[in-house]
């Protein structure tokens, strides 16, 4: 199973920017999607944003505009920058991979990384 490893939370005020990163390697990366997700206190797991092994970025319509995918050259890190931080996005945000959208996203989700928004 692919085990990924979240980094990159803290506490940042509204309107601020923060960078996470989601470490694997280039034989995951360079043949899986790499989704990035969010849990809220109380509240579901949600989809926040996907990146194809191609390189091609989709992102929920919460966080379109504010929130980028990308990848290093080296594929064996993608981040997830976050601009224009709100409330709203405060939650754990874990990442995770699978080969195909046809697939189920992995079921090893690790600790993740928590992000606060103070207003």
């Known amino acids: 199973q692919v085990q990924l490893a979240e980094s990159g939370g803290g506490l940042v005020q509204a309107g601020g920017s923060l960078r996470l990163s989601c470490a694997g390697s280039?034989?995951?990366?360079?043949?899986?999607?790499v989704g990035w997700f969010r849990q809220a206190p109380g509240k579901q797991r949600e989809w926040v944003a996907t990146?194809?092994?191609?390189?091609?970025?989709n992102y929920a319509d919460s966080v379109k505009g504010r929130f980028t995918m990308s990848r290093n050259n080296d594929m064996n890190t993608v981040y997830l920058q976050m601009n224009s931080l709100q409330p709203g996005d405060t939650a754990v945000y874990y990442c995770?991979?699978?080969?195909?959208?046809?697939?189920?996203?992995?079921?090893?989700w690790g600790q993740g990384t928590q992000v606060t928004v103070s207003s």
């Open positions: 990146l194809t092994p191609g390189g091609v970025p």
């Open positions: 995770n991979a699978r080969p195909s959208p046809l697939r189920p996203w992995g079921d090893y």
């Open positions: 280039r034989s995951i990366f360079s043949v899986n999607a």
